[in-house]
């Protein structure tokens, strides 16, 4: 019996002993544990601290696009048959004439009444349309050979927040010419010179509107401007100082304005891909040649839509293929309204009539010697080319 107790005895004791050893080793575990379990912690504070610092330190705006590259790189669209087709058919010739035109064809000299008056027009027309246009004046102040002169830039811009843009542009000044003796109601309206162009891009906007629309919802890469030049002509005789008022105060202005908004690397004027210049349109026949070379391929995409158009019989008094675009001719440069941006780096598609229309700066150029075909033409051929070129 005593063996048997002492046995029993020996048993117990030895579960007592094992248990406090698993007893102890249960709590060293425990203390390892919240020993990692508070190393994590720390380390885990001490990332997010030094991410936070890091982020601080380190948050740089993003990189700008290569505005060079892109716009050098960049291709048109490609619209189909039907979809040529639904562009040039919103082309009204009516409104071109009636709506956009008739109110430009008046005396616009810079800070005279019938400026302002054309102005109005402007806003007025494209504060009708539903894209949204962003429409400002460019005023200044310029010394001329008749003293100081107030001038007014008109800008439009469909998305100002774009990285870069296409500039549409034309004068919209009228040059002073005194009026003939004989008949003192005859006054200068430079209808080709440059009322014409003016209600061409008025159409031209009007016609796209709702594709401009889109284009706009979009966000897309590049975006529509549209400038109206003031102060083109010269007072007196054409030189460096008496002419391109409005185009030379924008260049320099442009130049100057960081973009995007805080770039330190580019401006608006870098964000110009291409500057396409209207200028004497409006008579019958006028032809139209490449004057810079590094813009040969946009000019070839105008000969490629007149011929399109032609072919398609959306045309109408356009005998052949090519009637207003012609290639490989050399008529040398013109001095316009684009020198001031040219001089600064920005391509430039120069549509103006060469050679020019026999009654310009006389009091000649008035409605009667437009050819109401031709402009329709022509806002017809540079509908296709602007919705291949923002891929409308």
């Not at 740089?60 to 716009?71: A, G, H």
């Not at 400038?227 to 005789?237: K, L, M, S, T």
Request: hydrophobic share 40%.
């Amino acid at each position: 019996m005593n063996s048997i107790r002492y046995k029993a005895a020996t048993v117990r004791w030895w579960s007592y002993s094992e248990a406090r050893c698993d007893h102890a080793r249960m709590c060293r575990v425990r203390i390892l544990l919240l020993g990692l379990c508070v190393l994590v912690a720390i380390t885990l504070t001490l990332a997010v601290s030094l991410s936070k610092h890091q982020t601080v330190d380190y948050d740089f705006p993003p990189k700008p696009p290569d505005l060079f590259k892109d716009k050098l790189n960049h291709q048109p669209g490609k619209p189909t048959v039907a979809q040529v087709k639904r562009l040039v058919s919103q082309v009204n010739r009516e409104r071109l004439w009636y709506s956009h035109l008739r109110p430009i064809l008046t005396e616009r000299q810079p800070g005279s009444r019938g400026s302002q008056a054309v102005r109005k027009h402007i806003f007025s027309k494209l504060d009708s349309l539903s894209a949204g246009w962003s429409v400002e004046v460019d005023s200044f102040i310029s010394e001329t050979p008749h003293g100081p002169v107030s001038f007014s830039n008109v800008l439009a811009v469909l998305d100002p927040m774009a990285p870069r843009r296409l500039l549409l542009a034309c004068h919209y000044d009228s040059k002073f010419i005194p009026s003939d003796p004989s008949d003192p109601q005859k006054v200068f309206v430079g209808a080709s010179d440059s009322a014409v162009p003016c209600a061409m891009m008025l159409e031209l906007v009007t016609a796209l509107d709702p594709h401009l629309k889109k284009h706009k919802q979009l966000v897309s890469r590049v975006t529509l401007q549209l400038v109206f030049f003031d102060g083109g002509e010269a007072f007196e005789q054409w030189s460096q100082t008496d002419s391109l008022y409005g185009s030379r105060h924008l260049a320099d202005s442009m130049s100057r304005i960081p973009h995007p908004p805080g770039s330190e690397q580019s401006t608006l004027l870098n964000a110009v891909d291409l500057l396409v210049l209207l200028d004497l349109i409006g008579a019958p026949d006028p032809m139209f040649v490449n004057h810079f070379e590094n813009t040969a391929r946009w000019f070839d995409r105008l000969i490629a839509a007149e011929k399109r158009l032609h072919n398609l019989g959306l045309l109408s008094s356009h005998p052949k293929e090519q009637t207003y675009f012609m290639k490989d001719i050399n008529m040398g440069p013109v001095e316009d309204d684009h020198i001031p941006f040219l001089q600064r780096g920005v391509p430039v598609l120069h549509i103006i009539a060469t050679p020019f229309p026999s009654f310009l700066h006389t009091l000649d150029d008035t409605a009667d010697k437009v050819h109401s075909h031709t402009v329709e033409n022509l806002t017809k051929v540079l509908v296709v080319f602007l919705a291949e070129y923002l891929r409308l």
